[in-house]
């Protein structure tokens, strides 16, 4: 299920943040928590151990929107982790879990080789929340009964609420709308289950016994369902009884101290793209181990116009790092030169990098460690061993670009964040607002939005474009509303005229999304007259190019990037 879609033009937005400083409504369930505790909610001073921090555990089952639970969950200032159904229990166990969510799949549960998890989740006497696929394995497993529905239930539907009173529903009304998108059904409940809801189409919307384990046949993580994040936070302070303690500080404190534990004396290198994620890595790493870690910034002859100049001032003004600067652009397009899958781009980016690293590390004596600012939506999107259920979306350079077998071991403090909760954690850090708000550019650069070979022209084609859409959208006031903005440099080539004379130019095409986390995300409704502006200084100002149009396709179906 894609995010809300915005059918009005932009307009200022507020960003909603993991750690916000103000959240009136967590702020009541907090108070919710330590009421229920009998004790105070503890302060940042007062944080426990990395071992006895509460956690929330989703069991992934293959949804390709299973991390929207993750980010619901860690809005309510609790942490919370995704693992595959096939991780063994001891291990999900050293994640002190509170309690346990059984996200939503593909498969149908009684089919051969379907994912469930371990049958003695149910002994352990954690509350557990299964959502559409989760509440047809919590039947299955438990000795109901589910089966393929006469009729699918896709869309919003309105659940009726039969017991008020449950703890579940705390705060909500009787009758709420909420997100299906299901074809199988519950037709017998497990033995003392009782149905707690139901919709038109659907007899037993959500059930629940009387210890703690309950099913929604309707799915809370999206954003379709208005009143979602009540029922988590319900799930969450009022049967789990966490206290919500999860904070940007005290994510910095645990960071440092695992980096600390994991590179003890070693030397650790970093490599700095100018974006918020490789920034608000070096910060950290730098914080946890000083001098030990220097800093590489390796232009790849990808980046836009001016960027490589910009970044280095950036750096040096405002981060007391160790910085190494390498032209290694000809390296890069000489291996691409003749490549056109988007892929094998992105494996041979990725590769040439880490090649570099290896180079400029043995100039600095015993290198142990890469850190990389690779995020949780990379992690997913390129299927990693962490995600083995969900299909494979496209390779991000510093997952799936890796070589099999590396000279240095990673150090990814940001990998089970995402892109505002790495915004709010460098500013915890620190870091300058321009730096925390660039929008985000991807780590192969100009090569993934040159559809095709890349070569020394088609780059000069798309930089031009690229600062004419940059240089309109920041004089129109509009850069901090959007997500993402960028032209793409197409393959196709089409008639125009131009001069009197026929032309036969590229076509370059303009990209625009809003989205939270990238994981979904809606295209922008930009004024007319700044799309007229756009175009009209494209085709006037930037060789071989004679159309220009505008992409208009929300994720999903599409991916934001074109490659």
Same mark, same amino acid.
């Given at each position: 299920?894609?995010?809300?879609?915005?059918?009005?033009?932009?307009?200022?937005?507020?960003?909603?943040?993991?750690?916000?400083?103000?959240?009136?409504?967590?702020?009541?369930?907090?108070?919710?928590?330590?009421?229920?505790?009998?004790?105070?909610?503890?302060? @940042?001073?007062?944080?426990?151990?990395?071992?006895?921090?509460?956690?929330?555990?989703?069991?992934? *089952?293959? %949804?390709?929107?299973?991390?929207?639970?993750?980010?619901?969950?860690?809005? =309510?200032?609790?942490? =919370?982790?995704?693992?595959?159904?096939?991780?063994?229990?001891?291990? $999900?166990?050293?994640?002190?879990?509170?309690?346990?969510?059984?996200?939503?799949?593909?498969?149908?549960? /009684?089919?051969?080789?379907?994912?469930?998890?371990?049958?003695?989740?149910?002994?352990?006497?954690?509350?557990?929340?299964?959502?559409?696929?989760?509440?047809?394995? $919590?039947?299955?497993?438990?000795?109901? #009964?589910?089966?393929?529905?006469?009729?699918?239930?896709?869309?919003?539907?309105?659940?009726?609420? !039969?017991?008020?009173?449950?703890?579940?529903?705390?705060?909500?009304?009787?009758?709420?709308?909420?997100?299906?998108?299901?074809?199988?059904?519950?037709?017998?409940?497990?033995?003392?289950?009782?149905?707690?809801?139901?919709?038109?189409?659907?007899?037993?919307?959500?059930?629940?016994?009387?210890?703690? +384990?309950?099913?929604?046949?309707?799915?809370?993580?999206?954003?379709?369902?208005?009143?979602?994040?009540?029922?988590?936070?319900?799930?969450?302070?009022?049967?789990?009884?966490?206290?919500?303690?999860?904070?940007?500080?005290?994510?910095?404190?645990?960071?440092? &101290?695992?980096?600390?534990?994991? &590179?003890?004396?070693?030397?650790?290198? =970093?490599?700095?793209?100018?974006?918020?994620? !490789?920034?608000?890595?070096?910060?950290?790493?730098? #914080?946890?181990?000083?001098?030990?870690?220097? =800093?590489?910034?390796?232009?790849?002859?990808?980046?836009?116009? @001016?960027?490589?100049?910009?970044?280095?001032?950036?750096? #040096?003004?405002?981060?007391?790092?160790?910085?190494? /600067?390498?032209?290694? %652009?000809?390296?890069?397009?000489?291996?691409?030169?003749?490549?056109?899958?988007?892929?094998?781009?992105?494996?041979?980016?990725?590769?040439? *990098? +880490?090649?570099?690293?290896?180079?400029?590390?043995?100039?600095?004596?015993?290198?142990?460690?890469?850190?990389?600012?690779?995020?949780?939506?990379?992690?997913?999107?390129?299927?990693?061993?962490?995600?083995?259920?969900?299909?494979?979306?496209? !390779?991000?350079?510093?997952?799936?670009?890796?070589?099999?077998?590396?000279?240095?071991?990673?150090?990814?403090?940001?990998?089970?964040?995402?892109?505002? @909760?790495?915004?709010?954690?460098?500013?915890?850090?620190?870091?300058?607002?321009?730096?925390?708000?660039? #929008?985000?550019?991807?780590?192969?650069?100009?090569?993934?939005?040159?559809?095709?070979?890349?070569?020394?022209?088609?780059?000069?084609?798309?930089? !031009?474009?690229?600062?004419?859409?940059?240089?309109?959208?920041?004089?129109?006031?509009?850069?901090?509303?959007?997500?993402? +903005?960028?032209?793409?440099?197409?393959?196709?080539?089409?008639?125009?005229?131009?001069?009197?004379?026929?032309?036969?130019?590229?076509?370059?095409?303009?990209?625009?999304?809003?989205?939270?986390?990238?994981?979904?995300?809606?295209?922008?409704?930009?004024?007319?007259?700044?799309?007229?502006?756009?175009?009209?200084?494209?085709?006037?100002? &930037?060789?071989?190019?004679?159309?220009? &149009? /505008?992409?208009?396709?929300?994720?999903?179906?599409?991916?934001?990037?074109?490659?």
């Amino acid at each position: 299920m894609q995010d809300q879609k915005n059918s009005e033009q932009i307009t200022n937005t507020s960003d909603e943040r993991l750690f916000p400083s103000e959240d009136l409504e967590v702020s009541t369930y907090l108070e919710i928590a330590k009421n229920l505790q009998g004790e105070q909610t503890v302060t @940042e001073s007062q944080y426990p151990t990395v071992a006895e921090r509460e956690t929330i555990v989703v069991i992934d *089952f293959g %949804s390709q929107y299973s991390m929207l639970i993750a980010r619901r969950i860690r809005e =309510c200032h609790v942490y =919370c982790e995704l693992v595959p159904s096939t991780m063994p229990w001891n291990e $999900i166990m050293a994640l002190n879990p509170r309690g346990v969510i059984l996200s939503g799949g593909p498969a149908s549960v /009684y089919e051969d080789g379907a994912p469930i998890p371990p049958a003695y989740l149910y002994e352990t006497h954690l509350p557990i929340l299964g959502i559409c696929y989760g509440m047809q394995v $919590i039947t299955f497993q438990l000795g109901g #009964q589910v089966s393929a529905g006469k009729k699918n239930e896709y869309g919003q539907a309105t659940l009726n609420i !039969s017991d008020v009173d449950a703890p579940l529903f705390h705060g909500l009304p009787e009758s709420i709308v909420v997100w299906m998108s299901h074809g199988d059904h519950i037709v017998e409940m497990p033995p003392g289950f009782r149905a707690l809801a139901h919709t038109e189409n659907s007899p037993v919307a959500l059930m629940g016994n009387d210890r703690n +384990i309950f099913g929604l046949q309707f799915h809370p993580e999206v954003v379709h369902t208005p009143y979602g994040k009540n029922i988590f936070q319900n799930f969450i302070y009022r049967i789990c009884r966490c206290k919500g303690n999860w904070t940007s500080n005290r994510f910095k404190t645990e960071s440092i &101290v695992k980096i600390r534990e994991q &590179v003890g004396e070693g030397k650790v290198i =970093c490599a700095l793209s100018g974006g918020v994620d !490789s920034a608000v890595t070096a910060t950290l790493v730098h #914080q946890a181990i000083g001098d030990n870690l220097t =800093c590489f910034f390796i232009n790849n002859g990808l980046l836009r116009r @001016e960027e490589a100049e910009r970044t280095l001032n950036t750096f #040096q003004k405002h981060l007391k790092l160790n910085i190494v /600067y390498v032209d290694a %652009s000809d390296r890069f397009l000489a291996k691409l030169r003749g490549v056109t899958d988007p892929e094998t781009k992105r494996r041979l980016i990725g590769l040439e *990098f +880490i090649n570099i690293f290896e180079e400029e590390a043995i100039k600095l004596g015993q290198v142990e460690f890469l850190a990389q600012g690779t995020l949780y939506p990379d992690v997913i999107e390129s299927t990693s061993v962490e995600t083995k259920a969900a299909a494979k979306i496209k !390779s991000h350079h510093n997952v799936g670009g890796l070589p099999a077998k590396m000279k240095l071991r990673l150090v990814e403090p940001l990998r089970y964040l995402f892109k505002d @909760e790495v915004r709010a954690l460098g500013s915890a850090l620190g870091l300058p607002e321009d730096m925390l708000w660039r #929008q985000p550019f991807p780590g192969p650069g100009l090569s993934i939005r040159i559809i095709g070979e890349v070569t020394r022209e088609k780059l000069e084609i798309l930089r !031009s474009a690229d600062w004419i859409v940059m240089n309109e959208i920041k004089k129109a006031k509009l850069y901090h509303q959007i997500w993402q +903005i960028f032209a793409v440099l197409t393959d196709v080539r089409s008639v125009g005229v131009m001069g009197d004379y026929r032309t036969y130019g590229y076509l370059i095409a303009i990209r625009a999304v809003k989205s939270d986390d990238a994981m979904t995300a809606d295209w922008v409704r930009l004024p007319y007259e700044i799309m007229a502006k756009i175009s009209d200084r494209i085709v006037n100002e &930037v060789p071989n190019i004679n159309r220009v &149009v /505008y992409d208009i396709t929300s994720k999903p179906p599409a991916t934001i990037e074109w490659e």
